[in-house]
């Protein structure tokens, strides 16, 4: 037996974590019959679990998530209000969890944010 016979499995990088987490989904919405809703809720729950003990959410990530299921929200054809609560369903079980007065004030802080970014960089092209 040589010394490399034998090593340790190295855990996931965030990006094949996130490649076999997209497979699956894809595979899911191919074949949604094929796997129990219940097992498919315990298999995302234990990929959730392992990408936050691997890469754990800090405030600027959680607020970031929550506007971004808002926008998939509005994007849905939703007015804010029901984009607001399109939120709040999917972040329910996950560290982003809050009612829907804290998706509407993260969004807002968040849009705010990147318009005066927008408008830095508007200045910005306008001296050049």
């Known amino acids: ?7 340790p499995a190295r855990g996931l990088t965030e990006r094949e974590h996130l490649q076999l987490f997209k497979r699956l989904q894809l595979w899911r919405l191919d074949h949604p019959d094929a796997m129990p809703a219940p097992l498919w809720e315990q298999l995302h729950q234990f990929f959730d679990t392992q990408w936050l003990l691997q890469y754990p959410m800090d405030r600027e990530y959680i607020r970031h998530r929550r506007w971004s299921f808002v926008r998939q929200g509005r994007q849905r054809k939703k007015t804010l209000k029901e984009a607001y609560q399109y939120a709040v369903d999917a972040c329910r079980g996950t560290p982003a969890e809050a009612n829907a007065e804290m998706m509407k004030k993260d969004f807002d802080a968040l849009e705010k944010k990147f318009k005066r970014r927008k408008q830095r960089r508007r200045r910005q092209l306008r001296r050049v």
């Open 1 to 7: 037996m040589t010394k490399r016979s034998w090593q």
